[in-house]
């Protein structure tokens, strides 16, 4: 069975600094999907960003990055420039190519962001 | 744009009682989902639900558990007997697509959670 892991219960950033969540994943299927959902207090999840298994390219979007290391099964999160927005739950989460949706998280990392 | 959203936001009842979640996916969109998220622990998958049947179910959703799209719009969440270890956040999520679309949009958008409380 899939398992994602997130080994970093709460990180802390100041302000303007860069900040790297970590996940690891297990796996035994080649095509999958991974992503990083933002759950600010009291609010929805929403998708900060998502990696297609079949591509070697790290996923960018503005000051989020991704580090996708397939054969490690390693898939962290970079924040640069954080901001006091940035203050939220962070879940890793993985879609299997053969499944219909069933979205596997992480136990989630708390990010603090210090003005 | 476009939200998925849910009612209500807290429900609060007895051991042994019917309760019913409701979610307004997105209107365009095919593919539903229940996750819920016992306090302090991780999000976990209940049931997918597309073309009006499950596609999907885990372990969690058992016979007490059914999900009905009654509407065209409404997608629901039963649990006909409730239980203490119930509580938790439920939240729904839709999507254009599934994962076996690749290239598609196949972003799961989430309702911002039912709390449900079982005393």
């Known amino acids: 069975a899939q398992t994602v892991t997130q080994s970093q219960p709460e990180m802390s950033v100041q302000e303007a600094e860069t900040v790297t969540l970590s996940c690891t994943y297990d796996t035994s299927e080649s095509d999958y999907y991974l992503f990083w959902y933002k759950q600010p207090p009291s609010r929805q999840m929403i998708l900060v960003i998502r990696?297609?298994?079949?591509?070697?390219q790290n996923a960018t979007e503005n000051r989020f990055s991704v580090n996708f290391q397939k054969a490690a099964k390693s898939f962290s999160l970079k924040i640069s420039d954080s901001q006091l927005g940035d203050a939220a739950m962070y879940f890793c989460a993985y879609w299997g190519g053969g499944s219909q949706g069933n979205l596997i998280f992480g136990k989630g990392t708390k990010l603090s962001v210090k003005p | 744009e476009p939200e998925v959203t849910q009612t209500p936001s807290h429900q609060v009842t007895q051991m042994g009682q019917e309760v019913i979640l409701r979610c307004v996916p997105i209107s365009n969109h095919l593919y539903f989902y229940w996750y819920r998220q016992i306090l302090g622990q991780k999000v976990e998958f209940l049931v997918s639900f597309y073309n009006n049947e499950i596609s999907e179910k885990s372990e969690i959703f058992d016979d007490q558990f059914s999900v009905e799209r009654p509407d065209g719009s409404n997608f629901t969440l039963k649990i006909r007997s409730t239980k203490l270890e119930d509580s938790a956040m439920y939240f729904c999520?839709?999507?254009?697509?599934?994962?076996?679309?690749?290239?598609?949009?196949?972003?799961?958008?989430f309702g911002p959670g039912t709390r449900l409380t079982v005393l």
């Open positions: 990696q297609e298994a079949y591509k070697q």
């Open positions: 999520a839709s999507s254009e697509f599934s994962s076996l679309v690749v290239g598609g949009n196949n972003e799961q958008f």
